[in-house]
C-alpha cells in the first residue's frame, strides 16, 4: 500500500462543515416531499448547533424555500450556507467530495458516480465536485478526477491507513477486477496502508449493494460499530450473524481485535410491502455530537446509547428517519463531512 502523505480522516477527526442537497419537486422526493422537507430540516438544525451547514440546491426558488423552513425552525444564518448548483439525487455520501488532508492541502477526490452501477439516473451527480470546486468554496484543495467509480458510502476510513469496505459491493462496480487489483488502487488514491473486507452482511431495502455504512463504522480507540439482528427468524439473522463472525476476527494493525459494539436490530418496516433499510449503523459524526436514526421503534433509545458508548464525550441526538429509508437510505447517506481547515 501507499505511503503517501495525504490521508483519509476519521470521521471524528474535527470538520469544517457538512454537505447535504436539499430535496424539491424534480428529485425522486417529489411525492413524499413534506416529509422529507421535515427531516431535512431537523437534519440541518441538528448540524447547524455544532457547525455549519452547506446546502446545495438547483435554483433560487429552491434556496428560499429551504432558507424559510430552516429560518422558522431557528438555524442562524452564520452556520448556514448555499450553493445553487445542478443534481440528481440527494444522496451526498455517494456524489459528494471524499476529501483527503495532506501536511499543508486537501485534495478533493472526484471518483466515477455511476447511480450505484448504472441503477439511477448520475450525469449530473457525477459532475458535482467539479462543480462544487469551480465555486471555489474550498481553499487549498486540489480537484482530483479518478476514472473508477467508488461511492463514499462503501468505505470507512479510521484515519490512520486502514479502510474497510464490502466485496458485494465493490465487486459488483469492477467484476474484472480483484480484491488485490483494488486494494491497490484504493491505497494509492486514498493514501490508506491496508484494506480489510467484509464478505458478508447486507440489508434487505438497500439498493447500494451493501454500502458499508449501512452496516459497519470505524469509531475511536479501535472500535467497531455494526448492525446486529437478534431476531433468529429474521432473514438478515444468519448473515449478520456472519458479519459479526468476520468484525470479531479482524485485526488492528497492532495485532488486537477490535471492541465491536453491537447495535440493535429494529422491527421490520415495510412501504407498500417492500422492506425498508433501518440501520443504526447509518449514523452521522459531527463536532461535539452524533447524530442517530430514529425509527419510532423501541430499540432506537438502544442504538443510541450503544453509539454513546463508542463516541464518548459527543452529545447524542436523534433525528427521526423513517421518511428517509422510503429512499433506500438514512442520515449518514445524505450528508458529506469537510475536514476543518477545508472551507473558503
Not at 81 to 101: A, K, N, Q
Not at 139 to 164: P, Q
Not at 199 to 222: C, K, S, V, W
Not at 277 to 291: E, F, K, R, W
Request: aromatic share 8%.
Amino acid at each position: 500500500m501507499t505511503s503517501a502523505a495525504f490521508r483519509l480522516p476519521a470521521e471524528w477527526e474535527p470538520q469544517a462543515g457538512v454537505l447535504l442537497a436539499w430535496p424539491h419537486s424534480r428529485t425522486d422526493w417529489a411525492q413524499r416531499l413534506a416529509g422529507a422537507e421535515a427531516t431535512f430540516v431537523a437534519l440541518a438544525c441538528a448540524i447547524a448547533r455544532h457547525e455549519p451547514v452547506l446546502i446545495c440546491v438547483p435554483d433560487a426558488e429552491v434556496r428560499n424555500r429551504a432558507w424559510k423552513l430552516l429560518a422558522d425552525a431557528g438555524v442562524s444564518p452564520k452556520n448556514c450556507r448555499f450553493v445553487e448548483i445542478e443534481y440528481d439525487d440527494t444522496w451526498l455520501r455517494d456524489s459528494g467530495p471524499i476529501t483527503l488532508r495532506g501536511p499543508d492541502e486537501f485534495r478533493l477526490m472526484d471518483f466515477r458516480f455511476t447511480g450505484w452501477g448504472g441503477k439511477f439516473a448520475s450525469n449530473r451527480d457525477d459532475r458535482l465536485i467539479e462543480g462544487l470546486a469551480a465555486r471555489e468554496i474550498f481553499r487549498n484543495a486540489d480537484h482530483r478526477r479518478v476514472d473508477w467509480a467508488l461511492e463514499g458510502g462503501a468505505i470507512e476510513s479510521d484515519g490512520a491507513g486502514t479502510i474497510l469496505t464490502t466485496w458485494r459491493c465493490l465487486h459488483q462496480r469492477h467484476p474484472e477486477q480483484s480484491r488485490e487489483q483494488m486494494s491497490r488502487l484504493l491505497g494509492d488514491k486514498l493514501g490508506a496502508q491496508r484494506v480489510l473486507w467484509l464478505e458478508r452482511g447486507y440489508l434487505q431495502g438497500d439498493d447500494t449493494d451493501a454500502h458499508i455504512d449501512t452496516l459497519a463504522r470505524f469509531a475511536p480507540d479501535n472500535g467497531i460499530v455494526f448492525q446486529a439482528c437478534d431476531d433468529a427468524s429474521d432473514p438478515h439473522y444468519d448473515e449478520l450473524a456472519a458479519m459479526r463472525a468476520e468484525l470479531a476476527a479482524l485485526r488492528t494493525t497492532d495485532g488486537q481485535p477490535y471492541r465491536l459494539h453491537a447495535l440493535p436490530w429494529a422491527r421490520p418496516i415495510f412501504d407498500d410491502g417492500r422492506r425498508l433499510a433501518a440501520s443504526y449503523a447509518n449514523y452521522l459524526i459531527v463536532n461535539g455530537a452524533v447524530l442517530v436514526p430514529a425509527y419510532d421503534d423501541p430499540a432506537d433509545a438502544q442504538a443510541a446509547r450503544v453509539i454513546a458508548d463508542a463516541h464518548p464525550g459527543r452529545a447524542v441526538i436523534a433525528v427521526p428517519c423513517r421518511s428517509l429509508i422510503w429512499q433506500n437510505g438514512s442520515l449518514h447517506c445524505l450528508t458529506m463531512q469537510l475536514p476543518a481547515g477545508v472551507l473558503a
